[in-house]
């Protein structure tokens, strides 16, 4: 079987490519820039032509995805902007948008060959900030995000931004999925990840190219997240069990027509400093040590999809990520 999967270079694809091939499948990825690529050819060159690369230099344009889709039985659309520097939406939705629908149109064409489409979401599309303890299952949408910049626009924030782009990436593929029941055999799999931790397989040389959730780990242990914004908390997932979410996702015969949260567990900053106190990593700031202990978990994430659906029940403890992230950046100049 075939899977294409679109974003490859990616912090998560990379992971999502390495276990699709490991389970017997041929992969091919879609970049925007070949020679920012190449490390992936290096990596997988023993599959031999199991792997390929194709260029997509615009993933908005209508029918990007027509031909690199042929002869493909599962698609995988992570190709999505993951950062929280844009100042207009439009630098985020369109791509999140655009991407998703623009993949699904030619998923639509290819309707005799594709069985299934699985599109990487996020929990940016299910939370919404809330000052009281919550629980979230995959029945709740992030709207205030997309109703903050609806309203606000740029001034909603980059993060903001981030979250709509997600909740409205997600919310146009189910609506493409209901407008076009009648016409498609393939079935659509959403996977809902919080940030994602834990070590890139790219050899990218310098600690700059680190993607956007390892930097939350990196500027927690460089001292760049200080005071109240240590206490601050998030939920996290091992990139492994992100990867291998996507790749369950294509057998899983109840997960069609799904979305899925996964997660490892809730995690506060201070946290971060405190296990990596425990690992004994030099030059590491202590913030202060053990105070977040008694403060209540804010968001709750219900797993019970993850685990029927797709038998993922792994835990894995946030002191096991912070060392193997730790030994990713110090490939990367980190020194502590
Ligand atoms: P990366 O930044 O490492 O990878 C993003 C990928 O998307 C790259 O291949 C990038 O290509 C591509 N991309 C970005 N912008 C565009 C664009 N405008 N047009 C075409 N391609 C684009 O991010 P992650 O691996 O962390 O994220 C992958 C997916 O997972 C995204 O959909 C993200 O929203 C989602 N996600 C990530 C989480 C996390 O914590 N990492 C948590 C939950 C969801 P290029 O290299 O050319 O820019």
Do not use: M
């Amino acid at each position: 079987a075939k899977v294409l999967v679109t974003g490859a270079n990616g912090y998560l694809a990379t992971w999502v490519v390495a276990k699709y091939l490991e389970s017997g499948y041929s992969v091919r990825g879609t970049v925007r820039s070949l020679p920012k690529s190449t490390f992936l050819k290096d990596r997988f060159s023993h599959y031999g032509d199991r792997f390929e690369l194709i260029v997509v230099e615009d993933i908005t344009k209508d029918g990007a995805f027509d031909e690199v889709i042929g002869g493909v039985d599962v698609v995988v659309h992570t190709a999505s902007p993951f950062h929280f520097k844009a100042t207009d939406p439009e630098e985020l939705i369109t791509p999140a948008v655009r991407g998703t629908t623009s993949i699904l149109s030619s998923a639509l064409k290819h309707r005799n060959t594709v069985k299934r489409v699985i599109v990487t979401s996020s929990v940016a599309a299910i939370r919404e900030d809330s000052p009281q303890p919550r629980i979230y299952t995959e029945g709740n949408w992030n709207n205030a995000a997309v109703e903050g910049v609806k309203t606000k626009g740029s001034a909603a924030g980059s993060a903001a931004i981030y979250l709509a782009s997600k909740t409205l990436a997600e919310r146009a593929a189910w609506d493409f999925v209901a407008v076009h029941k009648s016409e498609i055999s393939w079935d659509l799999v959403v996977i809902n990840p919080p940030f994602i931790f834990g070590p890139s397989l790219s050899p990218a040389p310098t600690i700059d190219d680190i993607n956007t959730s390892q930097r939350e780990i990196y500027d927690t242990l460089t001292g760049a997240r200080t005071g109240e914004r240590l206490q601050n908390q998030g939920n996290w997932v091992h990139v492994a069990v992100a990867a291998e979410a996507h790749v369950r996702a294509a057998h899983a015969v109840r997960a069609g027509g799904q979305r899925i949260i996964v997660r490892s567990g809730p995690f506060f900053y201070q946290d971060i400093l405190d296990v990596a106190a425990e690992l004994g990593i030099p030059n590491v700031p202590r913030g202060v040590p053990g105070s977040t202990r008694d403060i209540p978990v804010i968001t709750t994430l219900q797993t019970t999809k993850a685990e029927e659906l797709l038998n993922l029940t792994q835990v894995t403890p946030l002191i096991d990520v912070v060392d193997e992230s730790v030994e990713d950046f110090k490939a990367r100049g980190y020194r502590g």
